[in-house]
């Protein structure tokens, strides 16, 4: 009997849409999409690209214009940060990592340079797609938007904590 | 070292793929231009459409119902608009008709006479040669069309098939359409993915805009020559209404062009100068109010253009390719102005394209 049931109701789950492929269960792990529930991820996966880099490769440069937030499927992204004429490494992201979503709410340029390591594939949804889902599925695109900024927030605090707490800590590396 | 020269070279063969597909596209648009005319009906639909679609999803329905319940309402307004209008647009046609082989000889009529008179004035000239020509040149017209008329039933059956087409495409484009997009872009290099990303966006955004925009005007216009012209009391004003409100989607020449129709019904059926004048201030009048409260209403939120530029890739486009070249000249000029606005942006304020 239960196996008839669960039968019924993986073909339920097929006919609307709601079986998680591997990006939608990358995708519920990153904060701003925690909120949603199957229906919104597969909402959010069709509008996110599959994007690969080669080892070494830029995602986008630092001081250009941002246009989207990337999360890593497989594989390292390094953050250099340019201080003083050197590449200095802010931060290393590992797999379900994300890192560039202050460019989902503005054109402001990147605060720094992100760098493949290894063959690496990230997720981008970007900032255009945002802003058609934001009209599109308000409803929708206004929880994204609140999860971001609060987690923008919380970053923001903990950027700055950081920051006065130890000031020309990190590791100096050149490129 | 080894592998960025690689990665670089990768990158590049990668662009040049781009270039030449785009290239190849171009030619195979260029070298079937009838062929892709229903396609291109069927994008200008789509952008009419998709705002429409868009709000209907927002009330939480799946895209493809939201897509059949436009269709379904579509056919239902089409219907409705035949079964009334339909007798009188089939009156005015059936009158046009019978009234075409009239309108010739009547023309033919004061052709011969005037060439009379300047024969009797312009010495030397042998009696009845022109007279003779023009009996030539225009006594096989009413048997030409009745010679072509097969001819105008295979494109009556072609405009049906077409219209087929034009539906089925616009149905799976709108449906599909960001999907279609994503496989596209899809193939652009990493290095220039989110430029082209945004670009293609506002590239979107503002051709859309100018085509809903258009398009509103187009439907307000025909709306308003259609009462001006009833009111004047010319004949076939409705017909002649819609094809202002048709002609006028291309930018300062079409009103001329739609004005003409309308002058010679007002010479040949009404024969009066007085009629004529009145057409052509009818039509002044309702330009006057499309530029002074319409249009920039319904067009001026899309991209901002210097008259002269429009009217030189009008001019452009019509020489390229006829008719269909002045109606996307616009549009594809809006694509390029925003192209190159942004790409400009990208190298003054970031040098992006230096030290990337």
Redesign the interface.
């Known amino acids: 009997m239960p196996n008839i049931a669960e039968n019924i109701f993986e073909r339920l789950r097929k006919v609307f849409g709601v079986d998680k492929s591997e990006i939608v269960k990358i995708l519920e792990k990153v904060p701003i999409f925690s909120d949603l529930n199957l229906v919104e991820l597969n909402k959010i996966e069709i509008i996110t690209h599959e994007r690969e880099y080669m080892d070494g490769e830029q995602v986008f440069h630092e001081k250009e214009p941002g246009a989207g937030m990337y999360i890593i499927r497989t594989g390292t992204i390094k953050l250099l940060k340019r201080v003083e004429g050197k590449e200095v490494a802010v931060a290393t992201m590992k797999q379900g990592d994300f890192f560039g979503e202050i460019a989902l709410l503005d054109e402001s340029p990147r605060s720094a340079t992100a760098v493949a390591e290894g063959k690496t594939k990230i997720l981008g949804f970007y900032r255009p797609d945002f802003l058609e889902l934001l009209k599109r599925d308000p409803k929708l695109g206004s929880k994204v938007l609140l999860q971001l900024s609060q987690m923008i927030a919380k970053r923001l605090r903990v950027t700055t904590e950081s920051n006065l707490k130890g000031a020309g800590n990190g590791s100096e590396t050149e490129s | 070292m080894d592998?960025?020269q690689?990665?670089k070279v990768?990158n590049w063969a990668k662009l040049l793929g781009i270039y030449l597909l785009i290239l190849i596209a171009l030619v195979i648009f260029y070298l079937a231009q009838d062929l892709l005319t229903p396609f291109l009906v069927a994008f200008i639909i789509v952008y009419a459409l998709n705002p429409l679609a868009?709000k209907i999803?927002?009330w939480?329905i799946k895209r493809t119902w939201a897509v059949a319940m436009i269709f379904i309402g579509f056919i239902v307004f089409a219907g409705l608009v035949l079964l009334i209008g339909f007798d009188s647009i089939k009156a005015e046609i059936t009158l046009l008709k019978t009234q075409v082989p009239a309108y010739i000889e009547r023309i033919k009529a004061s052709l011969i006479e005037n060439a009379a008179m300047v024969e009797s004035k312009i010495p030397n000239m042998k009696k009845g040669m022109l007279q003779n020509m023009i009996t030539q040149r225009l006594g096989d017209l009413p048997t030409m069309i009745g010679e072509k008329m097969p001819f105008i039933l295979k494109t009556l059956l072609g405009l049906v098939t077409s219209t087929l087409i034009v539906l089925f495409l616009t149905f799976f484009i709108l449906k599909d359409g960001?999907?279609f997009r994503?496989n596209i872009?899809?193939i652009i290099p990493?290095?220039y993915?989110?430029?082209v990303?945004?670009l293609?966006?506002e590239i979107n955004k503002s051709v859309g805009n100018y085509v809903r925009g258009q398009l509103i005007d187009c439907t307000i216009v025909a709306i308003l020559s259609v009462i001006g012209l009833s009111l004047i009391g010319l004949k076939y004003a409705l017909i002649i209404g819609i094809i202002c409100g048709i002609t006028n989607i291309i930018p300062y020449l079409g009103p001329i062009m739609g004005m003409i129709p309308a002058i010679f019904i007002a010479l040949v059926e009404h024969k009066s100068g007085a009629m004529a004048g009145s057409v052509v201030a009818v039509m002044m009048g309702v330009q006057l109010i499309d530029n002074v409260a319409v249009s920039p209403i319904a067009v001026g939120q899309s991209v901002d253009l210097h008259p002269i530029a429009v009217i030189l890739s009008v001019t452009i486009g019509g020489a390229l390719m006829g008719l269909w070249g002045m109606l996307f000249a616009v549009p594809i000029y809006c694509a390029l102005k925003v192209t190159f606005q942004i790409l400009y942006k990208?190298i003054i304020?970031?040098g992006?394209w230096e030290?990337?």
């Open positions: 592998l960025k690689n990665l990768w868009d999803e927002s939480g960001r999907e994503k872009i899809r990493n290095k993915f989110e430029t990303l945004c293609l966006f990208g304020e970031y992006s030290n990337a």
